[in-house]
């Protein structure tokens, strides 16, 4: 019985969302930003194009919003992610439409093309998924603007990511993301620390923004990482002991 008590409390903790390491204040911070950031581009695009190309866009501007307020540290929410991701998906999804093919396999080669030349131009941004699918199903006002439609497109991306650098930035989220100019130093470096996942969970905590990884998966990370710079060192270390031409045994001996 003890046994099957674990095995359910261990599927419950799989399936079971972990805590967020972020506090309720900055919960309010991002919802706030998203918000705000939907609100201005919908009256921007609006103003421009008309309410009904605008509210053709809500649904992917909506989930880029919750990727560039709320996870602005992420990779997937960088500026180039959204403008690039936006660019692909609707230049794919029009051209797509061109081919006039049957519905479901317009919808497929809209998505998987997109897909495709987002990771090619490394800018993934999953809502740029809906743009796509958005476009390829014929929406009445958007068919008809044929490739003008990436106007609307690239206003609405610009104009929520333009709020966020605004927003986030004012509300003491740095964004972009930029390199550290002085990386975090170990505490001793001539010592090795052991890292648990109860010291990534501290860390995560006192980053104070949410990262879109768990510690679990952090922990993993860090410990492959260990073994990677143990092998390599090593490794070194017996190539320097080895005679010449003993590549193999060094290689077998690390291994």
């Known amino acids: 019985m003890r046994g099957s008590g674990d095995g359910l409390a261990s599927l ?9 390491h ?5 919960w309010a911070r991002a919802a706030l930003g998203a918000a705000l950031g939907v609100v201005a581009s919908l009256w921007l695009c609006g103003g421009l194009f008309g309410e009904e190309v605008a509210r053709a866009l809500l649904n992917p501007l909506g989930a880029s919003a919750v990727l560039l307020f709320a996870v602005a540290s992420g990779a997937l929410s960088q500026p180039w992610s959204i403008l690039g991701s936006y ?6 999804a029009t051209a797509v439409g061109l081919l006039h093919l049957p519905l479901l396999a317009t919808l497929a080669l809209a998505l998987g093309g997109a897909l495709l030349a987002m990771c090619a131009l490394r800018c993934l ?14 929406h009445p006002a958007l068919t008809a603007m044929g490739f003008a439609v990436l106007a609307p497109v690239l206003l609405c991306a610009g104009g929520l990511l333009g709020s ?3 927003f986030n930035n004012l509300t003491g989220v740095r964004y972009p993301k930029a390199p550290l100019a002085e990386p975090p130093q170990p505490a001793r470096p001539d010592v090795w620390v052991g890292i648990t996942a109860a010291d990534l969970q501290q860390a995560l905590e006192e980053f104070g923004e949410f990262v ?12 492959r990482s260990e073994r990677l710079a143990l092998q390599r060192s090593l490794g070194e270390v017996f190539a320097a002991e080895a005679p010449a031409g003993d590549a193999q045994l060094v290689q077998s001996q690390v291994s």
Not at 22 to 26: C, M, S, W, Y
Not at 87 to 92: M, S
Request: charged share 15%; aromatic share 0%; net charge negative.
């Open 212 to 223: 879109d990884v768990t510690p679990e998966d952090l922990e993993e990370i860090v410990l």
């Open 125 to 138: 941004h999953p809502p740029a998924a809906a743009v796509a699918l958005g476009l390829a199903q014929g």
């Open 22 to 26: 972020t506090r309720p204040g900055e």
């Open 12 to 20: 419950l903790g799989r399936v079971l969302p972990p805590a967020l």
């Open 87 to 92: 660019l692909c998906a609707a230049l794919v």
């Open 164 to 166: 966020a650098l605004l």
